[in-house]
């Protein structure tokens, strides 16, 4: 079975997502460079094999990963694909950036900078602008990017009124005019999807490392608001940033929420590969597959940064496990007695 194939709906939009989706910060060259002949293999890889889901944006790679997606999709029919890109950032030309470093966490050789406008006329902006670096006139979802306190600390304040006074009124003019589906945020914190949900209606939050394997915290309050308000959660980072796909066992230092793990969180890691070891169950395959046992959760979007991980994540999106497992993990107190447990036999 490929369980690839199962879609659910985002929302109440008319659109339905591959419950493993793509997510493209890799093809911007995150933290290490990726050829464009590597991107152009992984995505071919990633549509052959079943993705339908993409998700990227302006600041991956100062919209070469935007490029790269564009270029992958192009050829295709549109009801073949879902595409996801942000807003909140705008690229501005740097002469003097020097593409050789690391720049924001991207090795690209795109000669931008992005300065946050979360206004009416940035985020308008913004969607044309990566129409044009898409080379697509259709646009699926736009996600508002890293708004909130995560990002902007001091700063949260200015930029959550800029949004709230005019910005969502750009989303909402898009959405109705039928230039985009669905309109969401993508941020790594739960509190701002809970302040956002006051201005208007939203479809969707990207999610990233807030529920997990890990983490189980939305469970008590955020989802069943999410359910309430009709909006699905698309889930990304469902490895942590690393600690879920690498275990704790090797000699590398395991990284949760991009920085170097706690010792609690190593503790607790050690304590579920024990009980994946008992079942011979692949820990990436469960982290991967534990997120969709929630019903609010529409899709699971790992970053894949070449063809053969886009062969390794959907082989551990399919590997059987167990029921028995799951239990386990509950009773063993490693996992929130309220958790909604994958089904068995690596269906979801």
Same mark, same amino acid.
């Given at each position: 079975?490929?369980?690839?194939?199962?879609?659910?709906?985002?929302? #109440?939009?008319?659109?339905?997502?591959?419950?493993?989706?793509f997510?493209?910060?890799?093809?911007?060259?995150?933290?290490?460079?990726?050829?464009?002949k590597?991107?152009?293999?992984?995505?071919?890889?990633?549509? #052959?094999?079943?993705?339908?889901?993409?998700?990227?944006?302006?600041?991956?790679?100062?919209?070469?990963?935007?490029?790269?997606?564009?270029?992958?999709?192009?050829?295709?029919a +549109?009801?073949?694909?879902?595409?996801?890109?942000?807003?909140?950032?705008?690229l501005?030309?740097?002469?003097?950036?020097?593409i050789?470093?690391?720049?924001?966490?991207?090795?690209?050789?795109?000669?931008?900078?992005?300065?946050?406008?979360? =206004?009416?006329?940035?985020?308008?902006?913004?969607?044309?602008? =990566?129409?044009?670096?898409?080379?697509?006139?259709?646009?699926?979802?736009?996600?508002?990017?890293?708004?909130?306190?995560?990002?902007?600390?001091?700063?949260?304040?200015?930029?959550?009124?800029?949004?709230?006074?005019?910005?969502?009124?750009?989303?909402?003019?898009?959405?109705?005019?039928? +230039?985009?589906?669905?309109?969401?945020?993508?941020?790594?914190?739960?509190?701002?999807?809970?302040?956002?949900?006051?201005?208007?209606?939203?479809?969707?939050?990207?999610?990233?490392g807030?529920?997990?394997?890990?983490?189980?915290?939305p469970?008590?309050?955020?989802? &069943?608001?999410?359910?309430?308000?009709?909006?699905?959660?698309?889930?990304?980072?469902?490895?942590?940033?690393?600690?879920l796909?690498?275990?704790v066992?090797?000699?590398?230092?395991?990284?949760?929420?991009?920085?170097? $793990? &706690?010792?609690?969180?190593?503790?607790?890691? $050690?304590?579920?590969? $024990?009980?994946?070891?008992?079942?011979?169950?692949?820990?990436?395959?469960?982290?991967?597959?534990? &997120?969709?046992?929630?019903?609010?959760?529409? =899709?699971?979007?790992?970053g894949?940064?070449?063809?053969?991980?886009?062969?390794?994540?959907?082989?551990?999106?399919?590997?059987?496990?167990?029921a028995?497992?799951?239990?386990?993990?509950?009773?063993?107190?490693?996992l929130d007695?309220? $958790?909604?447990?994958?089904s068995?036999?690596?269906?979801?």
């Amino acid at each position: 079975m490929n369980n690839i194939d199962d879609k659910r709906q985002l929302g #109440k939009t008319s659109l339905y997502l591959s419950t493993l989706g793509f997510g493209a910060a890799s093809m911007g060259n995150l933290y290490q460079p990726v050829s464009d002949k590597e991107a152009k293999s992984t995505l071919d890889k990633a549509i #052959k094999l079943g993705m339908t889901l993409f998700d990227t944006s302006p600041r991956y790679g100062a919209g070469l990963s935007e490029r790269r997606i564009g270029d992958a999709l192009r050829p295709l029919a +549109h009801d073949q694909y879902v595409l996801s890109t942000k807003v909140g950032r705008l690229l501005k030309p740097d002469a003097k950036a020097d593409i050789s470093q690391l720049r924001h966490g991207f090795i690209t050789p795109m000669p931008f900078d992005a300065h946050y406008d979360y =206004s009416y006329t940035g985020i308008m902006r913004s969607f044309e602008d =990566s129409q044009q670096r898409l080379g697509l006139a259709e646009i699926d979802v736009l996600l508002v990017h890293d708004l909130g306190a995560y990002t902007h600390g001091d700063s949260d304040k200015r930029y959550f009124d800029q949004f709230e006074i005019d910005g969502y009124k750009a989303l909402d003019e898009l959405r109705k005019h039928g +230039h985009i589906k669905a309109v969401g945020l993508g941020v790594n914190e739960i509190e701002i999807c809970e302040r956002v949900m006051n201005i208007g209606q939203f479809d969707c939050f990207l999610l990233a490392g807030r529920y997990s394997l890990l983490e189980q915290a939305p469970l008590q309050q955020f989802f &069943p608001q999410c359910e309430a308000h009709g909006a699905s959660i698309i889930l990304g980072g469902p490895y942590n940033s690393g600690i879920l796909a690498t275990g704790v066992k090797g000699n590398n230092t395991p990284y949760y929420d991009y920085e170097p $793990a &706690p010792q609690h969180i190593i503790n607790k890691v $050690a304590k579920i590969e $024990a009980v994946c070891h008992q079942y011979q169950v692949t820990l990436a395959a469960a982290a991967l597959q534990f &997120p969709l046992g929630h019903s609010v959760v529409a =899709s699971v979007i790992p970053g894949l940064g070449s063809a053969k991980r886009v062969e390794q994540t959907i082989a551990l999106f399919n590997e059987v496990i167990p029921a028995e497992f799951w239990q386990t993990l509950k009773d063993e107190n490693l996992l929130d007695k309220d $958790a909604p447990l994958p089904s068995s036999a690596g269906t979801v």
